[in-house]
């Protein structure tokens, strides 16, 4: 997920998406001027048999008051399932509100544990849940909201071997999740079942939020992206940030469409896809339509090969391109006589703030990119070995990359100062 910029291409205006990196063009799909409109689609819940408590009366009244939902359509929001990937930035707020709202079964799909780091946004979460699995912490606050919600957990990694049996029980799919080759995993297999996939993307202070194959002939992911960008090219939420009330924006609007879809109210998102900018508080909406020439999904393939990332950590797909050194092999060097190395740091200013491995010279990665640092680390690796760290090693990666271009060698330090804080020096803050 990254930030991009806007480009004029011919008959329509295509977008540089919010998940996409500078560069890499979107599918031929998404308009600003289409005629392409969403058809209103109810999912199969069958509300026979179905009935309403005098708690569940008292609780869902303000639903039941509504004409658009009434009882019938909180009959059908009780009967239907959903099944959310991802219990993060996105899933806190869409499992929180699809709990409130009465859908009456809850999946749950993660398999990491709740850190300090994921408070700030992850809002399910609390700190005394910290260190234990996600989906614990997520049933817990879900009952709590709504003890009527049946939560069903699993607690694993969604896989090709595993998503098409987890996925056919639901009605639909919410995408909470921040990485490319599951995107394409819920997508194709969603695509096979024949079940709606509600999509939403955040980075930084940009989000975007959509409906995926809605029915047979909606679009779906590979409309919007036929292909993955080239592993490291697009910063996780860990290494580029994101401003807490994003993904409570975007999730929140997830959980809309799926009440919508459930209840069969409303226009949904399919075929549209909804752009939004914290910063100047913009919605914009671009038209996505089928792309009549993307490849007919057959069965679910090996994404991690797909996306080119070969299941290695966040961060780490581009450093084996580079050069590497572990964090240990740089602390002995640093111990010892210094004179014939330099340490680069290419995060962001804050970053530094929080944490820095002594004796780092911080130059960003972005001065780097555009050049205008060049100069200054010719002058800093004249004559010395070149050592460059980031947060993780996928930005320094790239800037040895970078600077390898204009004849500058150097080595890369696998980890970054995460692995240096986790390996070597525990005082260094981690983030």
């Not at 752009?275 to 993307?294: H, S, V, Y």
């Not at 090996?302 to 797909?317: L, T």
């Not at 800093?380 to 070995?385: E, M, R, S, Y």
């Given at each position: ?38 058809k209103p689609s109810m999912l199969p819940p069958d ?84 260190g234990k699995p996600k989906i614990e912490s997520a ?176 961060g780490q797909e581009e450093a084996g391109s580079v ?109």
């Amino acid at each position: 997920m990254a930030a991009g910029g806007m480009a004029d291409l011919g008959q329509g205006r295509f977008l540089s998406l919010v998940i996409e990196p500078p560069g890499f063009r979107p599918g031929s799909g998404i308009w600003e001027n289409g005629d392409l409109e969403p058809k209103p689609s109810m999912l199969p819940p069958d509300t026979t048999g179905i009935s309403l408590s005098p708690d569940e009366v008292a609780r869902y009244s303000r639903h039941l008051i509504l004409p658009e939902v009434g009882m019938e359509g909180q009959k059908r929001l009780k009967a239907a399932a959903v099944l959310c990937v991802g219990t993060g930035g996105l899933g806190s707020p869409l499992l929180l509100y699809l709990a409130a709202a009465g859908v009456g079964r809850l999946g749950v799909v993660d398999f990491d544990v709740v850190d300090h780091s994921n408070l700030q946004r992850q809002v399910i979460h609390g700190t005394s849940w910290v260190g234990k699995p996600k989906i614990e912490s997520a049933k817990a606050r879900i009952l709590e909201i709504n003890p009527h919600c049946q939560v069903d957990l699993y607690e694993t990694a969604l896989t090709s071997e595993n998503a098409l049996e987890i996925i056919a029980g639901y009605d639909l799919v919410c995408d909470g999740t921040d990485n490319f080759p599951t995107r394409y995993l819920v997508n194709d297999a969603c695509v096979l079942l024949g079940k709606p996939n509600v999509y939403g993307s955040i980075f930084r202070f940009e989000g975007q939020a959509t409906v995926f194959n809605l029915t047979s002939e909606s679009p779906n992911y590979r409309d919007l992206f036929p292909e993955p960008p080239p592993p490291g090219m697009v910063p996780s939420c860990a290494e580029g940030g994101v401003v807490g009330v994003l993904p409570g924006i975007i999730g929140v609007i997830q959980a809309t469409e799926a009440i919508k879809i459930i209840t069969g109210i409303g226009t949904t998102l399919s075929g549209r896809l909804l752009l939004f900018d914290a910063l100047a508080m913009k919605f914009r909406e671009l038209k996505l339509r089928p792309n009549p020439e993307r490849p007919v999904i057959e069965k679910l393939i090996d994404y991690q090969e797909f996306c080119g990332v070969g299941g290695s950590a966040p961060g780490q797909e581009e450093a084996g391109s580079v050069e590497s050194i572990s964090v240990g092999e740089l602390k002995a060097l640093l111990d010892g006589d210094t004179s014939g190395l330099v340490l680069i740091d290419v995060r962001n200013p804050p970053e530094a703030d929080i944490a820095v491995i002594p004796g780092a010279i911080l130059i960003p990665l972005d001065q780097i990119e555009n050049g205008t640092a060049l100069e200054r680390v010719q002058q800093l690796a004249a004559g010395k070995t070149l050592y460059v760290h980031c947060k993780l090693g996928g930005r320094s990666a790239k800037a040895l990359i970078a600077l390898k271009r204009s004849g500058i060698d150097g080595i890369n330090v696998a980890g970054g100062i995460d692995a240096w804080s986790l390996e070597v020096d525990s005082s260094v803050q981690r983030y």
